[in-house]
Nanobody, 129 residues
């Protein structure tokens, strides 16, 4: 099973920016879709953003549209999430995952069911008000 490692989390003030990164092991020019998830304390893990492997089409959950940008580097097997205008409600542990499909499902709630890689440790983002 492909393993992933997330990094880049930290403590930022509301309105600030941060960039998360994820790298996968034992992956070579894989065209699977990738997704970012997050889990706030007391909540279920939710899909945040997804990028397809073949068309690079990106999708976002409504709460982050216009503020988060997902990108990937197939050659480097890396995934990134650029976040701006951060809000306290963005506070969560962020996880990345490789999906079984090359395209992103239109429903973020389905992404977690399409996970192909193992869960990493995640990276904590805390946004202070």
């Amino acid at each position: 099973q492909v393993q992933v490692v997330e990094s880049g989390g930290g403590l930022v003030q509301a309105g600030g920016s941060l960039r998360l990164s994820c790298i996968a092991s034992d992956l070579d020019y894989d065209l699977s879709a990738w997704a970012w998830f997050r889990q706030a304390r007391g909540n279920e893990r939710e899909g945040v953003s997804c990028i397809s492997g073949s068309t690079y089409t990106s999708m976002y959950v409504d709460s982050v549209k216009g503020r988060f940008t997902i990108s990937r580097d197939i050659a480097e097997s890396t995934l990134n999430l650029q976040m701006i205008s951060l809000q306290p409600e963005d506070t969560a542990i962020y996880y990345c995952a490789l999906l079984t499909s090359s395209l992103c499902s239109s429903s973020p709630s389905e992404w977690v069911n399409l996970r192909r890689s193992g869960w990493g440790q995640g990276t904590q983002l805390t946004v202070s008000s």
